[in-house]
């Protein structure tokens, strides 16, 4: 559209923006019509574990399968979907799709809590806790079984807000877990005030936590932070043994990461569920 002005210099950078326009658009448009036909939206879990190896849970991530553009990362399409109003719909069709998945896991004696994420539109939308509540009741589903994972950036926003917001979120059972803990902007006195039950340690820390001594002395802090407040701690993007038996010194027993499983189909999750011996069996 910027035909003749500064064509020749500027020709490959336009070209490279029209290309990521056009993707923008196909995938929000692609997004409205997953959300209308089905089948392209599925949530996977990733198991949590203790340090026995014991499954103390699994946190839903989302996965897009676009029918021409194949497996879309949710870190492009859901700021796509915060951006173009569709966040909502899709964030209740997440803790919907989870509370039907829980209720056939409870049937079937297969008890799990699930840790759900939700976005920063999602939490501020007015209603939201109560929608979760009616998915809860609509299928039989515990508060106590799930839990609700928020970022820094969530919980700087109209900070009284959010504290009531909380505050209700937990007075209805459901646990709140910081989530990507030490990669924002809160301070300490702020943190103290919230109704939190576990800080979960950010990838970014553990991944050069053997190597890099600022990564590893963030990290250690949360685990005595996290004590001292009296929350629990999990640490997430967990690769190696050495990673995780470095968190254990540091105090923090619970972990997630691909030196387990990465986020898994429900159907295989389930495998793990009913036989957590597979665990164990490769080489952890
Ligand atoms: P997150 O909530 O911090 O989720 C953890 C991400 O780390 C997941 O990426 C997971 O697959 C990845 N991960 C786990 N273990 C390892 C590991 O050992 N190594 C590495 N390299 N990565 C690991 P994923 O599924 O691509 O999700 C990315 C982000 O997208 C999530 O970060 C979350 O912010 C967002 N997201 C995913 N599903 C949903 C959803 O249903 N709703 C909302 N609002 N956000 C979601
Ligand atoms: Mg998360
Ligand atoms: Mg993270
Ligand atoms: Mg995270």
Redesign the pocket.
Known sequence: KAKGKGRNTSHFYDAQLQAEARRRRTLEKGLRAALDCGGQLQ??Y?PQVFETMAIVGA?????WQHPRLGSI???EF?PI?EDCGL?EE??DW?FNQTCAQLAKWSSEHLPVKIS????AR?FHQSGCLAKMRKSMKTWHVEASSLKL?L?ESVLLENTEDTLENMKQMQLSGLQLVL??FGTGYSSLSYLKRLPLSTF?I??SF??DILTDANDAAIAQTIPTLADAMGLDVIA????TKAQMEMLREMGCHCF????FR??LSAEDFERVLRDPGVLLGEGV
Do not use: C, H, M, Y
């Open positions: 949530i996977f990733q946190e839903a991530l989302l996965r990362p949710p870190q859901i979907a966040i899709l964030g997440v759900v994420n939700l976005s999602q994972e970022t989530d990507d979960k950010d990838r553990v991944r997430e993007g967990v690769e997630q990461g691909f030196l990465p986020a």
